[in-house]
């Protein structure tokens, strides 16, 4: 019986079935003022819910049962391109906000991320609205998290877009991505938004509602729950290593930037820069390069055991490479310590620069030397083989990749597959992205099971356990000298479901998506067939 009531009032609300008796254009003049208040406020939430350095973890809860409402009350070819609309302002946003406005290619991904973010939407209008069910309320979470799901897997532009990632301070919420990855999380905060439009639907009538309320609240409950009990039950060892994150002070930065633009010839540019005169060239960065192994000994005698460099703020000529690794080596031995450099090593031949992190070990040997697997657009150079070294160390095995390489999930599982209890990961940041790469190091973690160290210059550099619990945390934008110091516990790599199934659940969703495609279609054809019986009536 519930399910003709509710099939029975699903017209209603959705400018199809409401205000019998009135015709269309009558119905259409009555939604407009409930739609721009609808689309204003989704559309404000929306820009407040992109994961950005000043994202509101609760508006994208929030934000999706405006939008639903609004596109389930216009026509659906208005109401969805509006959708679609709101969801490209909130990109551009997003772009406008990093920066990132300037580079054609990517904001080319994120306009076909905001046409993917809109399938949902079009979903719910089409498919879901024509049932009642509360098992329609799955249509918008399923589609969404394919869509997140495919466009990481096919734009080659890393994870961006997910929905989870704005829940990095949540938890318990959290802990679900050791399941599902970020996908489950995304899938929860959507689904709470579509049963919050269900009931609202409904006029949040208790006795019409109820049995879909407490499957949801059931669920949920379900997830934070488990999500506690493993906080508290699989917490990380008392046994920490100490470990330090450096970066060169303001001072260094400026002097080798001084003697750089002093040199004249552009010598930002690589190519100009291993043309030069090396002696020069040697002589402009040295600055900060000394900065670094001096802050490396500083550290290791304050009792860390183990050092990382953030991304490329140490420049080195291919001839110096030897010399500086040197330098980092008696350090290593004297202070038997770990030195995880990183650096843009320059070299005579195109691209003219590569993006590196050398291990020093504290027997003062190079236990690998990697290249960066995917640079951003803004990054000239050749890509690395994708291989992700791991060496045993005292504390765990110890492996590395470089910033961007840790919002590609299967990269970062092939780390897990080594079982690394603590992944190093040298960035570089800006002004306007500093958080968030922060902030999705936490979801990573959990995924893995891992602890990761994130030395990010020009950016937050962060220390986090295999929980997501921040363990350590240094702004480079509010002091001279950003150095990180964190207790990491040590442990071996706790394992994960995810770790083992992958991506299962995204894939679950992408053929519940298939599903819903199909019933799209058998419906346009039922509506066609009932239309063209209708036609031939006398």
């Known amino acids: 019986m519930l399910g003709i009531r509710e099939r029975g009032r699903a017209g209603a609300g959705e400018g199809e079935g409401e205000d019998r008796g009135t015709g269309p254009e009558k119905r259409e003049r009555r939604a407009r003022p409930a739609g721009r208040w609808l689309w204003g406020t989704g559309t404000a939430l929306l820009v407040l819910a992109v994961h950005s350095n000043w994202h509101l973890a609760a508006a994208a809860w929030l934000f999706p049962v405006f939008l639903l409402r609004y596109a389930r009350l216009r026509p659906a070819r208005h109401g969805l391109l509006r959708v679609g609309y709101a969801l490209g302002l909130a990109q551009l946003a997003w772009l406008i906000s990093t920066g990132m406005v300037f580079v054609p290619s990517v904001v080319a991904v994120f306009a076909v991320l905001a046409v993917v973010q809109t399938l949902p939407f079009a979903a719910d209008r089409l498919v879901a609205a024509r049932t009642g069910s509360v098992g329609s309320t799955l249509v918008f979470p ?9 466009f990481t897997r096919l734009a080659g532009f890393g994870d961006y877009g997910a929905l989870g990632f704005t829940q990095h301070g949540f938890l318990p919420l959290v802990q679900l991505a050791s399941v599902t990855g970020v996908y489950g999380v995304s899938f929860v905060v959507a689904w709470t938004a579509s049963v919050a439009h269900w009931a609202w639907q409904r006029g949040f009538r208790w006795r019409e509602i109820r049995r879909g309320t407490v499957v949801w609240a059931g ?4 997830v934070l729950g488990a999500g506690g009990v493993r906080l508290v039950c699989c917490a990380p060892t008392t046994e920490t290593v100490r470990v330090a994150g450096v970066s060169a002070g303001r001072a260094a930065e400026r002097a080798t930037e001084r003697a750089l633009h002093t040199a004249g010839k552009e010598l930002w540019r690589p190519r100009n820069l291993v043309r030069a005169d090396p002696r020069r060239v040697r002589a402009a960065l040295a600055p900060v390069t000394d900065d670094l192994v001096a802050a490396t000994d500083r550290e290791a005698r304050a009792g860390a055991r183990i050092v990382v460099w953030p991304e490329t703020q140490a420049r080195v000529l291919a001839a110096d490479r030897q010399r500086l690794l040197g330098r980092v080596a008696e350090i290593a031995r004297q202070r038997r310590v770990h030195v995880n450099t990183a650096f843009a090593l320059h070299i005579p031949r195109p691209p003219y620069v590569r993006n590196v992190a050398a291990l020093v070990t504290p027997e003062g040997k190079v236990a690998w030397t990697y290249d960066k697997t995917h640079p951003t657009p803004m990054e000239p150079m050749t890509p690395g083989k994708g ?3 791991v060496t045993g160390s005292p504390y765990g095995r110890l492996a590395t990749v470089i910033c961007y390489d840790a919002d590609f999930p299967g990269l970062m599982r092939r780390a897990a597959d080594q079982d690394t209890a603590l992944l190093m990961v040298p960035a570089n940041d800006w002004a306007g992205f500093e958080s968030l790469h922060a902030q999705r190091a936490v979801l990573r973690s959990v995924e893995y099971g891992y602890a990761m160290v994130r030395q990010s210059v020009h950016g937050v550099a962060t220390a986090v356990d295999h929980q997501g619990r921040i363990r350590g945390l ?10 990180l110091v964190a207790e990491v516990p040590v442990q071996p790599r706790t394992d994960t479901l995810y770790s083992r199934t992958g991506d299962l659940f995204a894939l679950l969703c992408t053929g519940g998506t298939l599903l819903v495609a199909a019933l799209g279609v058998r419906g346009r054809r039922a509506r066609a067939g009932a239309a063209g019986a209708g036609g031939e009536r006398p």
């Open 142 to 150: 399923v589609v969404l998290v394919c869509g997140e799901f495919l």
């Open 219 to 222: 669920v949920l409950a379900l």
């Open 387 to 389: 291989v992700v070294p």
């Open 474 to 483: 240094a702004d480079y934008f509010t002091a001279d000298r950003q150095t």
